[in-house]
């Protein structure tokens, strides 16, 4: 599934732009009753991505009254002043998107569904809110061990045990040895979404 190409005004919201690029499903067939915006995990391609609860009015065509979970992702070009200057790519969660950081507070929202794909992205999901509410709550010196091994080259190799460190603002991970001797620290990038466990006394 291909992407568009548009021109879009600056100080628009998110919302707003694409209640304009899709007033049949957004606004006559249908409404945003939550929504909210996160930077992307896709990659190069796109930057951030829209989640919005879609919900069908009466005089929709198709299953009126259900609230279903659109997916957007999206790209702003650096030169702002090309006519051409934003991309996005739109999906229903039954495409199995991906980007599967949605909040609970829209995933609440939502119509049950035994869509397959769409039951899958929903449980995605649900898996990496509970992740970011489990780091959210780790404390400075706990010891965590990450499911997956994560190689830091030939002279450490795999490493899968660390101590969470919060210097400031900043958190840091210093890798251990069996017996909880400091290797060296070491920078995870988007480790709230991984699976850890915290090891206790």
Not at 31 to 51: H, L
Not at 108 to 134: F, G, I, M, Q, V
Request: glycine share 6%.
């Amino acid at each position: 599934m291909g992407s568009t190409g548009t021109r879009r005004e600056r100080g628009m919201s998110d919302r707003g732009f694409f209640e304009q690029e899709f007033p049949v499903a957004l606004t006559q067939h249908g409404k945003i009753i939550a929504c909210t915006s996160k930077p992307a995990a896709s990659g190069a391609d796109w930057n951030r991505v829209f989640y919005a609860a879609v919900q069908n009015t009466e005089n929709a065509p198709y299953a009126p009254g259900q609230t279903w979970a659109l997916i957007i992702l999206m790209r702003t070009e650096r030169n702002l002043r090309d006519w051409c200057n934003f991309y996005y790519k739109d999906m229903s969660e039954e495409s199995g998107p991906g980007e599967d950081t949605c909040p609970d507070r829209i995933l609440d929202l939502l119509s049950p569904t035994d869509h397959e794909y769409a039951s899958n992205w929903r449980e995605r999901c649900r898996a990496n809110s509970a992740r970011r509410e489990a780091a959210r709550n780790l404390a400075s010196g706990q010891i965590v061990r990450f499911a997956n091994s994560m190689w830091f080259g030939d002279a450490y190799g795999f490493v899968s045990r660390f101590r969470f460190t919060k210097e400031g603002r900043k958190v840091v991970f210093v890798a251990l040895t069996d017996d909880d001797a400091p290797r060296f620290r070491a920078h995870i990038t988007r480790w709230q979404e991984r699976a850890f466990e915290i090891e206790t006394a």
